[in-house]
């Protein structure tokens, strides 16, 4: 399969606890981005890198999210100290000229 | 980057029958990508529209792009159960260095057998 990829695809978490996805883009792919998406609600931009320097954060990314694409491969999103209100899909894209999707890791914050 | 607008914001077809649903932009764009997600599932890319073409087919889609009035619709044909999903617009300003994508709330479409 040479589509995205993300792991893991559902994660669940008590609050307060640190939470780390990864995604694997499309080889060729130089560009990467983080979504977020909630119920009944379309993807919201969170970050993206070209390359390995992350060029756009959106305000959306408080202080307790980091974002690394060492080397300018595979990329981790980190949250810190979680809430409930970071429940929600995370969707990581790549892209050379259309986005494409993986297929999300689902956070559940209890 | 501007947010697409998709209209209507459901749409109950039955199986068969053609499904249009429409994209409204504000600004200039470079092009226009849509996409279906299924319930759950990350985002399946469809077509991308240049803002310099008029019209663009892949199998049973049909997209037209009117820069005049900065709308664009996505014509799904002979529908199919499978086809139920949400379907989104991502309009890609022009000249902007931002790559970002900004989603409307789609179009809910329901396919019934």
């Known amino acids: 399969d040479t589509g995205v990829s993300q792991d893991p695809r559902h994660k669940i978490t008590k609050r307060g606890q640190n939470v780390t996805f990864r995604c694997d883009p499309i080889s060729e792919h130089n560009r990467l981005y983080w979504y977020r998406q909630t119920l009944g609600q379309g993807p919201e931009f969170l970050t993206y890198?070209?390359?390995?320097?992350?060029?756009?954060k959106s305000r959306l990314l408080s202080d307790r999210f980091s974002a690394e694409r060492p080397k300018g491969s595979f990329s981790t999103l980190e949250i810190q100290r979680t809430e409930q209100g970071d429940s929600a899909m995370y969707l990581c894209?790549?892209?050379?000229?259309?986005?494409?999707f993986g297929p999300g890791t689902r956070l559940t914050v209890l | 980057s501007q947010q697409g607008e998709e209209d209507p914001q459901a749409l109950s077809i039955q199986e068969g029958e053609n499904a249009t649903m429409n994209c409204s932009y504000k600004t200039s764009i470079n092009n226009l990508q849509w996409y279906r997600q299924n319930s759950g599932r990350g985002l399946v890319h469809l077509i991308l529209i240049r803002s310099n073409e008029r019209e663009k087919h892949s199998g049973r889609l049909r997209v037209t792009l009117d820069t005049s009035k900065k709308s664009s619709s996505l014509l799904i044909t002979a529908s199919r159960a499978a086809d139920t999903a949400s379907y989104f617009c991502?309009?890609?300003?022009?000249?902007?260095?931002?790559?970002?994508?900004?989603f409307g709330k789609g179009t809910k479409l329901s396919v019934i057998p």
């Open positions: 991502a309009p890609g300003e022009s000249g902007a260095g931002s790559y970002q994508l900004t």
């Open positions: 894209a790549s892209s050379y000229d259309e986005q494409f």
């Open positions: 890198f070209q390359n390995e320097a992350q060029l756009e």
